[in-house]
């Protein structure tokens, strides 16, 4: 029976462009579309620009400019660096964009109607000499877990979201003067009322997560939830929509994690192919994954599943949290105003997609932080991409004198040792285990090519023309699988593939090629980088 599955990427703010650890934390959400969608399953893919919030908006101040000139410019670039990345969304969208804001409004007025949003009186930090209230992005304090600076947010060094209170020790991140406090009308998520469902949930899902979601989700929920403001002292976001509230935004994290659900519901009202409910809402065989970089696990495994509750109309939570470490540029962390680091464009600018995407996944931060490096990244494409995968493709199907893939018999061997790829990898990736996945798609390569040597089709076609056409029968059987199995990390050189030997659509299942197909105009799937 298929399966309706849903992943979610995490949307990435609209405010500078996308490096390279960016995309390594992501790229997950591609290789699970693709798969689920080679196996036959109903898969809808997502994730967009988060454009409102506090940082643009104080950048648009200083460059006196709109806010939306600034999302749109790096919503764009995004767009692009996805395309070229070979992201495979079903939509790539903006918070921007008017369905999704209305949908969302919708969405805030149920939890409010339903008494999980409620109006609290408090005193909030307020800075004198701005005459403004401040989010926490606009104020610097330090840490009370660590003890470094940081912006109110978030801590970057151990994760720690200062409470309201720790916010009012700090100063104004724009003129450094100290904070006082003012009373200020807030809207409220009442979290902490979805503490035993959450709890409920996540001890029948954490199995399935990787340790960094399960600790960093068990840590809160073990502090006890606290309820969040949902209202900001904002003129850019979205409107609330609640009387007398007509002054303030709504805050980001509502706004964006929101976005996988509104984006489902735009997709399925221009299909129709596909209803919302069956992604989103209980008994349609569906499962949900997020697929994310740390930083971003709380908001996803506990605020998203909260506003699904508290819609209390049979929403399908979080199943799976797709948590990457981080990856670091030359043992640093990636910065552009240091100069550490490269953005995804300019990568491609050197490198083709598909080298990247391989080398992302097989060296990816998936159980803990990993470091890219150019001396790394060239090596594994003069190795095993090159090397290993793009020279059986090579020598097999431009044998000197072939001019068609020749009838033979398939090595039984071999057609097992595929066959058995198969199941292992798509275990594998289900398990969220990418790097152990694609080492054991080297290993049939490396099998094939092991294979090639020692069967010497240079002398068998002088000697044995039948055993000749039995090696390059069964090398080109396993090339063919092979754009199977890589589909998921290199779509690129996996569609030349299927366009040299004529094969259909790709799917997860073994297939054996047409004996008889042309083989002109084979070209090298992948060129040598020089190191000079």
């Known amino acids: 029976m298929k399966q309706n599955i849903l992943i979610g990427g995490a949307w990435p703010y ?6 390279l650890g960016h995309l390594a934390g992501l790229i997950s959400g591609d290789i699970l579309a693709r798969y689920y969608r080679l196996k036959g399953d109903n898969v809808i893919y997502v994730s967009g620009s988060d ?4 940082p643009i908006t104080e950048r648009a101040k200083k460059e006196k400019i709109s806010p939306e000139t600034i999302a749109n410019k790096y919503h764009e670039e995004f767009k692009e660096t996805f395309e070229k990345f070979q992201f495979s969304y079903d939509l790539y969208s903006k918070t921007m964009d008017n369905f999704h804001k209305e949908k969302v409004k919708i969405l805030f007025r149920k939890l409010y109607d339903n008494g999980y949003i409620y109006e609290k009186i408090e005193p909030q930090a307020y800075c004198e000499h701005c ?7 606009e104020i610097v304090l330090k840490c009370p877990e660590c003890g470094l600076e940081t912006k109110g947010d978030q801590c970057d060094n151990c994760l720690h979201i200062p409470t309201a209170s720790e916010l009012l020790t700090g100063n104004c991140i724009d003129c450094g003067t100290k904070i006082v406090e003012k009373k200020n009308k807030v809207l409220y998520l009442a979290l902490s009322k979805f503490q035993k469902q959450i709890e409920e949930h996540i001890e029948k899902v954490r199995s399935q997560w990787r340790i960094n979601a399960q600790n960093e989700t068990l840590k809160y929920l073990k502090q006890g939830l606290l309820d969040r403001a949902v209202t900001r002292d904002l003129t850019w976001g979205i409107d609330i929509p609640v009387d007398g509230y007509e002054d303030k935004k709504m805050y980001v994290w509502i706004d964006a994690v929101l976005g996988y659900l509104t984006s489902t519901m735009k997709i399925c009202e221009n299909r129709t192919d596909c209803n919302w409910e069956d992604f989103w809402k209980e008994g349609h065989n569906n499962k949900i994954y997020m697929c994310h970089g740390k930083d971003n696990i709380v908001f996803h495994s506990i605020i998203l599943n909260a506003l699904l509750l508290g819609q209390e109309d049979n929403y399908h939570l979080v199943d799976t949290i797709v948590s990457a470490e981080y990856l670091n540029f030359n043992d640093q962390k990636f910065s552009k105003s240091k100069g550490i680091g490269m953005t995804g464009l300019e990568a491609l600018k050197l490198y083709d997609s598909d080298s ?3 080398h992302l996944l097989a060296n990816g931060p998936e159980k803990k932080d990993t470091n890219f490096t ?3 990244f060239e090596n594994t494409h003069n190795g095993e991409i090159l090397n290993k995968f793009g020279n059986l493709v090579n020598r097999t199907l431009k044998f000197k004198g072939l001019e068609e893939v020749p009838f033979g018999i398939l090595d039984n061997e071999i057609k097992s040792q595929i066959e058995k790829t198969y199941d292992e990898v798509g275990y594998l990736i289900e398990k969220l285990d990418f790097r152990e996945a694609i080492k054991n798609i080297i290993l049939l390569v490396e099998l094939a090519n092991k294979y090639y040597d020692e069967k010497q089709p240079w002398i068998a076609k002088k000697e044995n023309i039948d055993e000749f056409n039995n090696i390059i029968f069964t090398c080109t059987t396993v090339i063919a699988n092979l754009s199977n199995l890589f589909e998921p990390v290199m779509p690129t050189c996996c569609e030349k593939i299927r366009k040299y030997l004529n094969l259909g659509v790709p799917s997860w299942n073994f297939i054996e090629v047409n004996s008889g197909i ?15």
């Open 356 to 358: 990247l995407r391989f």
């Open 14 to 19: 609209a405010n500078s462009s996308l490096h």
């Open 518 to 532: 042309k083989l002109d105009n084979i070209e090298p799937l992948f060129k040598r980088i020089d190191k000079k």
């Open 51 to 54: 454009c409102h919030g506090t």
């Open 374 to 376: 150019i001396e790394d």
């Open 131 to 137: 005459g403004k209230f401040l989010s926490d992005r």
